[in-house]
């Protein structure tokens, strides 16, 4: 059977340790063209085999004449030394580019996993080869996130820029119902006008205008057997688009929440445990308790389900104020692993920034949360280094509190970044407060040439890096809570090989550098067993690669 349409998807460069879990985008993408009636398959980890000749030798092998498109999601395509650690929230800003110039506006976002045009160029034109020998009206288009990026830098793409060559569209924003009107209107021979075209790339923005926004459109997920998805594997499954609050630093779909209905996610919980016996889930959701009556029902759905699941999202702390009972339904439902936005401890600070509960309540909240949880219960708790109205006197009292609990899995900090504000991609970006009225909100200076730069009252940009490393050393010798690791993404990668809560936390907390007193056993002892899960990892792609191949190869039977 032929591929209509083939989506590249990967996070190549999360961790060195371990591949990472799949990511939503591609696979809602996936089921909004399926049920338009066109054949699609998602290639996942599709930056596993670094190789071009071995990688586009696999390739060949899913394409042929009746292949149309194919299309990459960029969201989580940086480049290999990417540091994505510091005052990089908003994907718009990136410390790396101190100058923006040619060499480091193009390097962080327009040469995606590579490094220079040159590879980027020979990747592009082996995929056209290919497309070419089959069927040369094929597209190549791009979406997800960081397509955003490349309009805000194109204009220093060089002439033989591989993109500007090799792409046929670009897609911006909620991608789901413009690929469908893009792939009909290729098929019917109708013309396709771009949004916009910048440096001769043609962008199709997805706002409404032209294009249909999906933004408040929470589809859901058709995973089926050319997924080749295993019964330990945990899912992404998208329970809603936007959030609720409106925090002034955050660059996500604020102040509205569009959920999903509890029969379409029953419906697909259902169909996944009975045709793979699915139980895990990542939840996408920007903040999956930002409704309190969505958490109540979610919970009644997951009691009556005949299976059990258990699942890991990002979360608020401070709804459990008023209603401290969605613990309760949440740790019921098989909430595993939270991602808490507790950004700042000072609460001059959490006032400005929208998230207002004082912070020994929160202290209070988390410490039931854990008691309830015990250790069935991962905890991320993330901070931002220099908030307005922070200061390094209540930054090192947040500190003092984190070096002495035993409450908190991970800490998490990113220094504090601002984005550009971009008006061509305000109607699908959000940007945050912060950075359409940075004046309000106490900045007194704000740049991003030939450096990025901010200050306010109580603190500027390189305070705040000093403080997130001494964050960093000081967390050396804890003996419970690691710092940093990206576990939101670790978590559900580590229980996709087949580990169980236990194993996975354990695994996480195994470091050797900081946090080296968590796991209280010898060196030896934690390497074999790091180096168990990172091979479990490595052989778990490649058993997907092949069993892949052999549900959606195109020529295998004719050999
Ligand atoms: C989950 C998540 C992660 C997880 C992913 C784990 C996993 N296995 O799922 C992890 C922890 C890895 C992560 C890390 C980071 N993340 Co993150 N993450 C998210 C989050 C919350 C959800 C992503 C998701 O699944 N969305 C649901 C899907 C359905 O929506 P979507 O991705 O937007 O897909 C739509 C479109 O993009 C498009 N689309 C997607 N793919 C394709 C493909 C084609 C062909 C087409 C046509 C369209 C298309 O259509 C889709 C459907 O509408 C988003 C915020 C958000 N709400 O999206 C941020 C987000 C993607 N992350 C972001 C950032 C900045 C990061 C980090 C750099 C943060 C940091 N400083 O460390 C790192 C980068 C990691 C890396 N090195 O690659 C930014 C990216 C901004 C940008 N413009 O680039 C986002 C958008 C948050 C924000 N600030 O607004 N993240
Ligand atoms: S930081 Fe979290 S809670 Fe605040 S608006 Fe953004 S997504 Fe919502």
Not at 375 to 386: D, E, K, M, Q, V
Not at 499 to 509: D, G, R, V
Not at 523 to 543: A, G, I
Request: glycine content about 6%.
């Amino acid at each position: 059977m032929s591929n209509e349409v083939i989506l590249l998807s990967d996070i190549p460069n999360q961790s060195k340790d371990t591949f990472a879990a799949r990511y939503a985008g591609p696979y809602v993408i996936k089921s909004n063209l399926i049920s338009a009636g066109f054949k699609t398959i998602v290639l996942d980890w599709f930056r596993f085999i670094k190789d071009n000749d071995k990688f586009f030798n696999y390739f060949e092998q899913l394409v042929d004449e009746k292949t149309c498109c194919v299309g990459i999601s960029t969201t989580f395509l940086y480049p290999e030394n990417h540091n994505s650690k510091e005052g990089n929230s908003s994907g718009l800003n990136s410390n790396e580019v101190s100058k923006i110039d040619i060499d480091s506006a193009t390097a962080h976002s327009l040469f995606l996993w590579e490094q220079n045009n040159e590879s980027l160029y020979d990747w592009f034109s082996r995929l056209r080869s290919i497309l070419d020998k089959y069927n040369p009206k094929a597209q190549i288009v791009l979406g997800g996130a960081r397509a955003a990026r490349i309009l805000q830098m194109c204009h220093f793409a060089t002439e033989d820029y591989a993109l500007k060559k090799f792409v046929d569209y670009i897609l911006i924003g909620n991608a789901d119902q413009s690929i469908v009107k893009l792939l009909n209107n290729h098929k019917e021979g109708k013309g396709i006008m771009p949004s916009l075209v910048k440096n001769d790339i043609k962008f199709l923005v997805c706002n409404g205008m032209g294009w249909p926004d999906s933004k408040k459109f929470v589809p859901s997920t058709i995973y089926t057997k050319h997924d080749c998805i295993e019964k330990s594997h945990w899912l992404p499954l998208e329970v809603s688009r936007g959030c609720a609050f409106n925090c002034k630093f955050c660059y996500y779909d604020k102040k509205h929440s569009s959920k999903r209905s509890m029969q379409s996610l029953k419906d697909e919980l259902i169909r996944n445990y009975e045709t793979f016996g699915t139980t895990g889930y990542n939840i996408t959701s920007d903040c999956f308790n930002d409704n309190r009556k969505f958490v109540g029902d979610w919970a009644n759905m997951i009691t009556g389900l005949p299976f059990k699941i258990e699942w890991a999202s990002y979360v608020r702390i401070d709804p459990f104020h008023k209603y401290t009972e969605m613990m309760d339904e949440m740790i019921s439902s098989g909430f595993r692993a939270g991602y808490f936005g507790i950004e700042t401890l000072c609460h001059a600070a959490g006032k400005a920034a929208g998230k207002g509960l004082p912070p020994d309540r929160v202290k209070e909240l988390l410490s039931l949360l854990r008691s309830k949880g015990g250790n069935n219960l991962w905890i991320t708790a993330y901070f931002i280094i220099g908030l307005p109205k922070e200061t390094e006197q209540s930054l090192n009292e947040t500190l003092d509190w984190l070096l002495s609990q035993n409450i908190v899995d991970e800490v998490q900090t990113s220094v504090l970044d601002v984005a550009p504000f971009i008006e061509e991609l305000s109607s699908v970006i959000d940007f945050a407060d912060h950075s359409k009225q940075p004046e309000k909100y106490g900045f007194t200076k704000l740049e991003y040439a030939p450096k990025f730069y901010w200050e306010h009252e109580s603190m500027n940009l390189e305070q705040a890096k000093n403080i997130n490393e001494e964050w960093r050393e000081k967390f050396h010798e804890h003996t419970f809570t690691r710092f940093g690791g990206s576990a939101h993404g670790e978590y559900p990668r580590i229980r996709d090989l087949g580990l169980n809560h236990k194993q996975a936390t354990f695994f996480m907390k195994t470091k050797f550098l900081s946090g080296k007193k968590i796991v209280n056993i010898d060196t030896r002892k934690k390497r074999k067993f790091k180096n168990y899960v990172t091979d479990l990892s490595r052989q778990h792609v490649e058993k997907y690669y092949d069993k892949f191949l052999s549900v959606n190869g195109v020529r295998q039977c004719h050999s």
